[in-house]
T-cell receptor, first 108, second 112 residues
Framework: GQQVMQIPQYQHVQEGEDFTTYCNSSTTLSNIQWYKQRPGGHPVFLIQLVKSGEVKKQKRLTFQFGEAKKNSSLHITATQTTDVGTYLCQGGSEKLVFGKGTKLTVNP | DTEVTQTPKHLVMGMTNKKSLKCEQHMGHRAMYWYKQKAKKPPELMFVYSYEKLSINESVPSRFSPECPNSSLLNLHLHALQPEDSALYLC???????????FGPGTRLTVL
């Protein structure tokens, strides 16, 4: 069945360092969504990518969708303590499937 | 109104109890979802309603019974739950099935 793999599972960085999380799908995706879940909170929608090779930016966050529409990445430049949380990708193919998430901690 | 609301925030129930979780959205979204989330795990899809009809049931045990009374409301009826059903239950909605989802704050359920 459709699977979405997300790596790394955990990432600890010093404030100011960059951070990247990757999602890889076993099947070609129609779209991919990224969410952020703060500790004790609920997933909050960040972005949706639909087109092959698409790149979108939100301030310090850069999202990419691979040319083959099987992988995606989220890159944060110069992390801040407010970036802590779990970043979840959700791939849309036959179904919408979440990756396991990357938990980001930031040392001030 | 861009919120999804859920009640109650917390629920403690015994294995013989019957309770219901409620979810509401007023964004005109036509797809609504129930997810179960255990600690340190991603949300796990349970049910999807599309245009008020159940379109996906991810082989959820019958002790969980969803209901969509109208396009704004989604309920999850609980009966004879097990302690391992303790989790955060999240409701979400989206314009259509493949669109971005908006999540409610969740109901933290504890089954004793």
């Amino acid at each position: 069945g459709q699977q979405v793999m997300q790596i790394p599972q955990y990432q600890h960085v010093q404030e100011g360092e960059d951070f990247t999380t990757y999602c890889n799908s076993s099947t070609t995706l129609s779209n991919i969504q990224w969410y952020k879940q703060r500790p004790g909170g609920h997933p909050v929608f960040l972005i949706q990518l639909v087109k092959s090779g698409e790149v979108k930016k939100q301030k310090r966050l850069t999202f990419q969708f691979g040319e083959a529409k099987k992988n995606s990445s989220l890159h944060i430049t110069a992390t801040q303590t407010t970036d802590v949380g779990t970043y979840l990708c959700q791939g849309g193919s036959e179904k919408l499937v979440f990756g396991k998430g990357t938990k980001l901690t930031v040392n001030p | 109104d861009t919120e999804v609301t859920q009640t109650p925030k917390h629920l403690v129930m015994g294995m013989t109890n019957k309770k219901s979780l409620k979810c509401e959205q007023h964004m005109g979204h036509r797809a609504m979802y129930w997810y179960k989330q255990k600690a340190k795990k991603p949300p796990e899809l349970m049910f999807v309603y599309s245009y008020e009809k159940l379109s996906i049931n991810e082989s959820v045990p019958s002790r969980f019974s969803p209901e969509c009374p109208n396009s704004s409301l989604l309920n999850l009826h609980l009966h004879a739950l097990q302690p391992e059903d303790s989790a955060l239950y999240l409701c979400a909605s989206s314009q259509d099935y493949y669109n971005e989802q908006f999540f409610g704050p969740g109901t933290r359920l504890t089954v004793l």
